[in-house]
């Protein structure tokens, strides 16, 4: 019944690291392409990281390059979304979403179909 389900969101400080988990079903899995976007309060969502559905391209906002990394694991269904060097900017609803239909670009959030209920990721300074 549940599609996508985010979690491991959590308060963390300034520096510290968080993973964040999204468990699929068969059918949001075997995606085009899966991704992780967030929304800060007052903010538009955008666009975090993303991952095809082999794994063999990965995809990073600029302002997350180097701290944040994605993985998936096919066998669990499950994506990942390991995140270093956390930043209070970081700080949004993290959500996970997946594209079953080609119809855009990875980095675009109309492109996912599928979509998690989000799990608060909280930095402080």
């Known amino acids: 019944q549940v599609q996508l389900d985010e979690s491991g969101g959590g308060l963390v400080q300034a520096g510290g690291s968080l993973t964040l988990s999204c468990a699929a079903s068969?059918?949001?899995?075997?995606?085009?392409?899966m991704g992780w976007f967030r929304q800060a309060p007052g903010k538009e969502r955008e666009f975090v990281g993303a991952i095809t559905w082999s794994g063999e391209y990965t995809y990073y906002a600029d302002g997350v390059k180097g701290r944040f990394t994605i993985s998936k694991d096919n066998a669990q269904k499950t994506m990942y979304l390991q995140m270093n060097s956390l930043k209070p900017e970081d700080t949004a609803v993290y959500y996970c979403?997946?594209?079953?239909?080609?119809?855009?670009?990875?980095?675009?959030?109309?492109?996912?179909?599928?979509w998690g209920q989000g799990t608060q990721v909280t930095v402080s300074s």
């Open positions: 979403a997946a594209a079953t239909v080609a119809r855009g670009g990875i980095r675009t959030p109309g492109t996912y179909n599928y």
């Open positions: 068969e059918r949001t899995f075997s995606s085009y392409a």
